[in-house]
């Protein structure tokens, strides 16, 4: 290898050029951390990142002085520079949660989740920008500010993951990490031309990531390929004994790696079911945009070996809002994880909204305040329990009723919204039209991917769904359908992109 490439670099890649001598960890930490400053401080300033790790150099040239002394890797990540999830603890590193209100704290410990990339090799390059305790689907934060897209710098980033998906998409990280509820990785994902996966809820250690709904989140990886994702999670799972949940790890029974199960002909004679109530209407000009891509992945999901099946779920909306838990267990599992860190500015909801300090677009969050204390204090909350159930039990028996292997549809309905649109409330979160609902709300694995371009150069992502603790297919069918479709392309920096920036957002990127 005669020289490294930064721009859309892979793990690989980077392990290449380590081991040909053409590249140490420092110079790459360097390298990200100059991009950082030209493309997120300055430049089309995306605002992806929120705080960079203080140690970072030290970390690369600690790596490097271990690979020098023994010619061996520390682990399958050595080197391999993180954007992390301000959701997400990390020590010695600031850690807001998306929120003014937590400014200043630096924790003493990782979140497991965290220790365990550490081992593995990989360095916490920076936290990145998010809403508010993760409530909503738009790059607003009180902590931050607006986290644009690269794509269209006019239009939001997404979220919750917003300033992972941002900054792995313009190539200011390797890899990156996020945390999916209700669909936090794979919507940022589907609007930043990404890979995110969401496995089913406890394969991951949750220790030292704030909450929205306990049972129902997880943290993830975001890559720009299915290989370095599978890649990063291959390092993340494992029972933890400070996460209850993490028996799924058990029950899952997982042996070897996920990236072992890369198969370009994972796909040949796959029967996948195409959900298209999941669609949009094509009346409308976004979703018909968003349908015409879709439609052509579908193509290219048969090109691979794919056999399609058309399949109905009944009344699909009605059971999404009936199985919808954040209004009702948000405040109870916020209030928890904030009462139990005496370390924080503020440690309840309450002395947040009392003092002001969220910002002002996020409908959830005004919704999550005066949610109830205890989740057992909504008269409906053991009928939406018993509903979600039912929920799984139905998505279940209809892909087994057809024999499919997974489920396919847009990830969104529609595009990335404008900011000016997310800012006059036209856009909220609680109404949003996104499927990722699905998944998250049946406890089932998916995986986001880049599905291609719309004829206005804005990325859409479809999702794939596999039977719970099936992460392997994930794998197997996503990396199938990426060696077909190649649609992942870096987005591309020019004067009137900045120029556009700069006429559509004015002064509203405050901190």
Known sequence: MSEFILEEATIDSVHRALKSGVLTVERLVEMYLERIEQIDRNGPKLNSVVSVNPHVRDEARALDREFARTGQFVGPLHGVPLLVKDQIETAGIQTTFGSAAQRGYVPEKDATAIAQLKRAGALVLAKTTMPDFATSWFGFSSMSGETLNPYDLARDSGGSSSGTAAGIAANLGLVGIGEDTGGSIRLPASFNNLVGVRVTPGLISRDGMSPLVVFQDTAGPMARTVTDAAMLLDCMVGYDPLDEYTVAHRIAGHSGSYAGHLDAAGLKSVRVGVLRQAFGSDSDPECAMVNDVIRGALEQLQAAGAVLVELNIPDLMEQIFETSLYLTHSRADLNAFLAARPELPYRSLDAIREAGQFH????????????????????????????????????????????????????????????????????????????????????????????????????????LVVLPYHEPDLFRFGYAFEQVSRHRKAPVFDEASVASREMNTGEHATH
Do not use: H
């Open 360 to 463: 002002p677009v996020l409908d959830l969050l005004s919704s999550v305040f005066d949610g109830p204390e205890r989740p057992e204090d909504d008269p409906d909350y053991f009928r939406k329990l018993a509903a979600r159930e039912r929920f799984q039990r139905v998505v279940v028996k209809i892909m087994a009723d057809a024999d499919v292997q997974a489920l396919c549809y847009p990830a969104v309905q529609v595009l990335a919204p404008k900011k000016d649109d997310v800012r006059a409330g036209r856009t909220n979160t609680l109404t949003f039209p996104t499927n990722t609902l699905i998944a998250s709300q049946t406890w089932m694995p998916s995986i986001c991917l880049p599905a291609g371009f719309t004829g206005t150069g804005l990325p859409v992502g479809m999702e």
